[in-house]
């Protein structure tokens, strides 16, 4: 199965470590160096031309999804991209 983050990018369930709510993760300290970390080294693929709601972290790398952490969590429950 594959969850569908924005402007065509998808990911397979099995690569997602998890999703995270922007707004509060820029709060926590550690929780912003990794993302700037990951930013640095490339590992950032953006999904939006917007401002980002959500990161998913992956196998692959760092998403960034304009999607919010709820309505991707609601699809991941509910199957709705079979």
Avoid: W
């Avoid at 999804?65 to 709705?80: A, C, H, I, W």
């Amino acid at each position: 199965m594959y969850l569908h983050l924005g402007q065509d990018k998808v990911v397979s369930y099995g690569e997602i470590i998890g999703v995270f709510d922007l707004d509060n993760t820029t709060y926590n300290k550690k929780a912003a160096q990794f993302i700037n970390r990951a930013e640095k080294e490339g590992r950032v693929i953006l999904c939006t031309g917007d401002l980002p709601k959500s990161a998913v972290l992956c196998d692959g790398g760092v998403y960034l999804s304009q999607l919010s952490s709820s309505t991707l969590l609601r699809r991941v429950t509910e199957d709705s991209f079979e």
